[in-house]
């Protein structure tokens, strides 16, 4: 027992001087990011993960790390269950590790939507919208919900693989989402225990988690080999289609079909959430829609209903898309990312210090919810988006590398929708309770999965008068309906 105390100061000094040494080797860098506060001496050996996590909430800086500093910061941290069974490398090239598939797939991305600011799917687009309408007059609203899935679904499908689905029951569409749900599922760091606890991978025999994955991954690739087959050697193998586009072995990256998965379901997921969520701020913050029907209603009359020619002179619909994004944004936490090197990044003025394998958000909640730039941020206020002389303001920027198409899918439908309709609240009882439906836009009314958007909610769909209802079916029965001619043969850009 003597030489206890001796023991103790020993291993206390050990401890010390572990403590010292560990901060000594950072004097000479910049200091990290602020976290919560630690304790004395040891400060926060014991809160924080193996591998640092940093947040960025404002623009400025994610633009910065993530766009300009894409070599160090485009990679992924490991997901174990895509790890293991789907190989991100090959299939999810959007939360795989930085390396040549990566790059290929950002790049062929980017002609992709290089080809959609030129308008090429806006054909497209408009068609989709105006079935849209239609099929909201048919049915006076009762099932929005799934309309709005529907066109939103359908404007992605028609696009990437010549699939039009006009009813929203299409095997192939129902397949998709039921795919994208089980993905979104299994890579849930709650929904799967080696996600959590790695380690176990290493027991031998068809584990529950292992034959669910595989499971998963026969099946979501018999449906992408399928609609890619239809796209480049099927029935929509005449269209310009991103499965076109990616499939092209003539083409420097080679054939790259295998990576369209992950950019079909994420455009998909982003389109139908950011539906609901206009629908919901029409209902809890009416008062900007009457601003809006009149300048649509000065620029198009009548007799006509809203399309992209339109678009350049109607500032305050673009500025209601631009409010739908910001208010209640569908991916609230970004993706993940992880640097690939040591790095100082500058914010303020001072330096923070990001050691490689840190994993970094750009949260996407945060940016958009600043209240530095933001005043009133909780609010759907579209004229924030307004200068003074009702012109859009200037330095409007976005993270997402697939922005282009859902802004304009998202225009064309509000802008024919508030052309047509007026839309409110319903007087249906909440099945739940028998009482009056409470409208909410707080937590407890979105989802809170992978794309966070409302919990179904009844609305109405008045038409604005029977002549304007009249003229959105006349134009439906005499618009072209061939994606032949929509989407025409594949152009090289």
């Known amino acids: 027992m003597d030489g206890l105390p001796f023991q103790v100061t020993g291993a206390a000094i050990i401890l010390l001087g572990g403590v010292y040494l560990i901060r000594s080797r950072s004097v000479s860098r910049p200091r990290r990011p602020p976290g919560p506060p630690g304790l004395p001496l040891l400060g926060n050996i014991l809160q924080v993960p193996v591998k640092p996590v940093f947040l960025i909430g404002e623009i400025g800086l994610a633009k910065e790390v993530l766009v300009k500093r894409s070599t160090k910061f485009s990679s992924r941290p490991t997901i174990p269950y895509l790890h293991y069974y789907v190989d991100p490398a090959q299939v999810y090239w959007a939360f795989s590790k930085q390396n040549q598939t990566h790059f290929i797939g950002r790049r062929l991305t980017a002609g992709l939507m290089a080809g959609v600011r030129a308008g090429e799917t806006e054909p497209l687009q408009q068609f989709e919208a105006l079935l849209n309408v239609n099929h909201l007059l048919d049915d006076e609203g009762k099932n929005w919900f799934h309309h709005m899935d529907r066109v939103s679904a359908s404007m992605v499908l028609a696009a990437a693989f ?179 090197a040591d790095d100082v990044v500058e914010y303020k003025g001072i330096e923070y210090f990001i050691p490689k394998g840190s994993i970094l958000f750009a949260v996407s909640w945060a940016i958009e919810h600043d209240q530095e730039i933001f005043e009133h941020h909780d609010l759907f206020q579209p004229d924030r988006f307004l200068d003074d002389t009702n012109n ?102």
């Open 162 to 340: 010549g699939l039009h689905c006009p009813t929203g029951q299409e095997p192939d569409l129902k397949e998709v989402i039921a795919c994208t749900a089980e993905f979104v599922r299994l890579s849930a760091p709650s929904a799967n225990i080696i996600n959590v606890l790695p380690f176990l991978d290493i027991i031998p025999s068809p584990m529950p988690w292992r034959k669910r994955a595989q499971t998963h991954r026969k099946r979501e690739d018999a449906l992408y080999d399928r609609l890619i087959t239809r796209a480049v050697s099927g029935e929509a193998s005449g269209m310009n289609t991103w499965a076109a586009a990616f499939a092209r072995a003539d083409k420097p990256e080679g054939d790259q079909r295998r990576l369209m998965n992950m950019f079909t379901t994420a455009a998909i997921e982003t389109a139908c959430v950011s539906m609901h969520t206009f629908i919901l701020a029409c209902i809890l913050y009416p008062k900007w829609i009457p601003h809006a029907q009149r300048e649509i209603d000065a620029i198009v009359g009548e007799d006509r209903i809203p399309s992209f020619k339109d678009r350049s002179r109607l500032p305050y619909v673009e500025a209601i898309v631009r409010e739908t994004l910001r208010w209640r944004p569908a991916g609230r936490f970004g993706v993940p990312h992880q640097s690939t």
């Open 392 to 493: 859009l303001k200037a330095g409007y920027e976005t993270m997402c590398p697939g922005m282009p198409f859902a802004e304009r899918s998202l225009w064309i439908n509000i802008a024919m929708m508030l052309w047509t309709f007026n839309i409110g609240k319903s007087d249906e009882p909440d099945p739940n309770t028998g009482l009056p439906f409470r409208y909410d836009d707080g937590d407890s009314a979105f989802h809170g999965e992978f794309a966070s958007g409302p919990l179904k909610f009844p609305a109405v769909f008045k038409p604005r008068s029977a002549h304007r209802a009249e003229v959105a079916r006349q134009e439906w029965a005499v618009c072209e309906k061939d994606l032949n001619v929509l989407l025409p043969q594949y152009k090289e850009r």
